[in-house]
């Protein structure tokens, strides 16, 4: 029984080590025609977004299709509820978007890795930028392709709130801050008497408490980025992606765009937005608020977005939101402000958000001695992240 049992498991545990993982061609894409937004997604009536859709053509590999030719002959309709499913540009009244055509490549799986023997894809694409979805309801969105071939994404519009509710909005978000950490909080800070706590903190106070889930769209294990774009937009995103559903393009400031609370606020109320993080500025949970990208790690340009929106950084972004530069800003992180460090073609921000007419401080005594009535930029620490920042008055901006 003994060596019958041993050697089972013995076979058994060899064969995990004769099968190779494999990878995803494109988050969200299960399909040769990828849409984006992907099935699944949910909007704030009059948000703004962008929509992409892509047919791929692997050129070799399990998925190999067409001689890897991509069709160009694509169609993409959208349908409300059971009625008619009627031309993307017809639903929101924009002209047909000019085709694109780039190529990537990725490993199938570790057996292709390791010979170094890359999947390559051939695509053709359209994007559709600035659209909107005013009313609430079920969306379907058709791609057909190939002549037979169909991809479909789910939509759903959410119902806004019947009246107002805020003037203003603070969010303050704790890094990191799982049911885990709140617990250990409570249970080092508050004394329990036979399972019963004899204070409380302040968050176990509140009106009402609710829970977000900030998963990615492609990994079970989150990140920064795409955990903050969940929080301030809504919409789940790829790891290390920026408020951008991430696309197979080369370019990571083109991926189709979607409108954050804070840009939505500014573009419908004209109120005015803040940003303090005691993590260096351009971190991906700061950044977030304001800026789009697939890659959390280009923090010069999402310091040069704060400055100069994102139509600044790709053109086809030419739609109407943006933070138009936070009214706020303070944080650290000076590397991506001094010249010649971290900075696009050597640029001085402090100077360049002067030129906008900032208030620049970089300590507490500039602090306490600022006004009120003008754009503020405040970086603090030269270092990445500030491990404390005192003295800011109750009062300040």
Known sequence: MFTKAFATSFVLGLVP??????????????????????????????A????????????????AS??????????????????????????????????????????????ARDANTPIVVNVASKAYRGLALKTPGKYTARLKYNKSSETVAHWLVR???????????????????TQAMITAARLLAHKSINGKYQTLM??????????????????????????????????????????????????SFDDPKIETIAELFRRRRGGTVGMISTAFIADATPAALCSHTRDRGQAASIVYEYLNGAT???????????????????????????????????????????????????SNKELQ???????TLGIFSSSSHLSRIQGYRANSH
Not at 51 to 57: N, S
Not at 167 to 176: A, P, Q, R, S
Not at 226 to 249: C, E, F, I, Q
């Open 312 to 362: 600044a950084l790709n053109s086809s972004f030419a739609w109407p939101t943006s933070c138009g530069g936070p009214d706020v800003i303070f944080g650290g992180g000076a590397e991506q402000f001094i010249a010649g460090k971290g900075s696009p073609n050597g640029t001085d921000f402090y100077k360049a958000f002067q030129a906008k007419g900032y208030d620049v401080v970089r």
């Open 17 to 46: 080590l004769t099968i190779a993982q494999t990878f995803q061609r494109l988050g969200t894409c299960p399909t040769l025609g990828c849409v984006f937004p992907p099935d699944q997604t949910d909007f704030f009536p009059g």
């Open 369 to 375: 001695a600022s006004g009120v009535n003008h754009k």
């Open 202 to 251: 302040q968050m176990d106070q509140m009106e009402a408490l609710g829970h977000q889930m900030t998963h990615s769209i492609d990994s079970f294990i989150t990140d920064s980025a795409n955990s903050a774009t969940a929080l301030y937009t809504g919409h789940k995103t790829s790891v290390s992606a920026l408020n951008v559903y991430a696309d197979s393009s080369p370019n």
């Open 48 to 63: 703004l977004f962008d929509i992409r859709v892509e047919v791929h053509a692997p050129v070799n590999g399990s998925e």
């Open 66 to 111: 067409n001689k890897g030719v991509p069709n160009q002959d694509f169609s993409l309709c959208i349908q409300r509820e059971s009625g008619p499913c009627r031309d993307v540009t017809k639903v929101f009244s924009v002209k047909e978007a000019k085709a694109e055509t780039w190529s990537f490549s990725y490993f199938e799986d570790l057996f």
């Open 159 to 177: 119902s806004p709130s019947p009246r107002k509710k805020a003037k203003n909005v603070i969010l303050f978000i704790g890094d990191g801050m």
